[in-house]
């Protein structure tokens, strides 16, 4: 049975773009920390499945999460060979796609006037190698993504918890990098 098929309407699904260049894989990553969410931090893009199927889930939270610039038809293309984790309910799809500037996201107009398209950001492209080098060095119970990489506007430095978890069971179970 496919993993997007086992989803139900407790569900998590979601997308961690990336690209590769020269050796290594850069993953696209948003700071979700706001007044609603201080601690969640740097991530890929998801969330609920609302009753949806993980793909359709997925797939619509990267074009609400990216405020448009990815079309969930799109991104829905290409999960059906994309490699994918499930880890505590919550399905992630790794998903490659052409490098685009993150200052494209960064300066991206919400593409709908709904709060969803507007909830995430800045963006940055950091090398998969920097992520799990900060998870292992991780000694505060956070791990912190090199500032170099991060847009001077970011909230945080560090990546959100639950992310980290998934990186990890995707590494483990050989499904990424």
């Known amino acids: 049975m496919l993993i997007s098929q086992i989803a139900t309407a407790s569900c998590g699904a979601g997308t961690v773009l990336y690209f590769k ?4 894989t850069y993953l696209l990553l948003a700071d979700h920390s706001s007044s609603s969410h201080p601690r969640r931090g740097w991530a890929g893009l ?11 889930a997925a797939a619509r939270e990267t074009e609400e999460e990216t405020r448009g610039f990815f079309k969930r038809e799109e991104i829905l293309d290409k999960l059906s060979s994309s490699p994918r984790n499930l880890s505590n309910g919550f399905t992630t799809f ?6 685009v500037p993150a200052i494209v996201f960064n300066n991206q107009k919400p593409t709908s ?10 963006y940055a492209w950091v090398p ?12 505060s119970g956070q791990a912190h993504i090199p500032v170099k ?6 909230h945080t430095d560090w990546l959100f918890n639950d992310f980290i978890l998934g990186l990890i069971e995707a590494k483990r179970a050989g499904v990424f990098p």
Do not use: M, T
């Open 94 to 99: 790794f998903v490659e796609v052409d490098y």
């Open 21 to 24: 260049f020269k050796g290594e």
């Open 113 to 122: 006037h709904a709060a969803s398209y507007d909830e995430r950001g800045p």
């Open 46 to 56: 998801g969330g609920r499945c609302d009753g949806e199927l993980a793909d359709k």
């Open 149 to 154: 990489y991060l847009p001077p506007n970011a």
């Open 128 to 139: 998969f190698s920097a992520i799990w080098q900060a998870i292992e060095n991780e000694r």
